[in-house]
């Protein structure tokens, strides 16, 4: 049986995103922390926002997104501050919250309403978290005008978004689900104030540099 053309690019665009996908970044650090700091359901819940928001960049880069920001650098500065400003906000909250205890007690069944909304929140989170960074678009654009045919298929399309969610859920989902355990749990119980004040700085960081190299087109 002969596999039809546009599987090998399918597979070579998904394995070149996969390096991007393993390196640390604002994402890394927020389903870490979500996962020792709250609770494993809430790292899967951001994991799946965080896919789904990467399979959202992908899918807008195949449409023509990434495009539209090598033609626009003004749109392309604008989303980097926006950007920036957003995870500097979250670098803020995380620092802010770093004395504070953390109650990691049971919900009573009265309270299933507000987990069903503490769950949606972390969704949320790991979604705007994900797409607040418009350098992946020009990263997942860069990948796909290297390496997409001149003739793809909705087909290809379609199965390089699927990869992408794949691949970003599945690997946020193992860090999630390694850190929630009860060693790294316990040692963030210990630390808390620090741990956090360092994923506060790490996600600063990132802020600072994706406002500091906004003026740059791409």
Excluded at 95 to 118: F, H, M, T
Aim: charged residues 10%.
């Amino acid at each position: 049986m002969e596999f039809p053309s546009y599987l090998t690019s399918v597979g070579l665009i998904l394995l070149a995103l996969l390096a991007g996908v393993l390196s640390p970044g604002p994402s890394f650090v927020m389903a870490a922390r979500t996962a020792v700091a709250k609770s494993r359901d809430d790292g899967l819940m951001v994991s799946l926002g965080l896919g789904l928001g990467a399979t959202l960049i992908a899918a807008l880069c195949l449409a023509g997104l990434s495009a539209v920001l090598h033609a626009v650098p003004a749109l392309y500065m604008l989303l980097k501050v926006l950007g920036g400003l957003y995870l500097a906000w979250l670098a803020w909250q995380i620092w802010r919250s770093a004395p504070q205890p953390l109650d990691i007690g049971s919900l009573s069944s009265e309270a299933s309403s507000a987990r069903k909304a503490q769950y949606w929140a972390s969704f949320r989170l790991g979604l705007i978290t994900q797409i607040s960074n418009p350098k992946a678009a020009v990263v997942y654009g860069s990948v796909f005008a290297a390496l997409l045919p001149a003739q793809f298929p909705l087909t290809g399309s379609v199965m390089v978004a699927a990869g992408v969610f794949v691949m970003e859920f599945a690997w946020y989902a193992i860090v999630v689900l390694v850190l929630s355990s009860p060693a790294p749990r316990a040692a963030y119980m210990r630390g808390k104030k620090a741990i956090d004040r360092i994923a506060a700085g790490v996600m600063g960081l990132l802020a600072a540099r994706l406002i500091s190299t906004a003026h740059h087109a791409h």
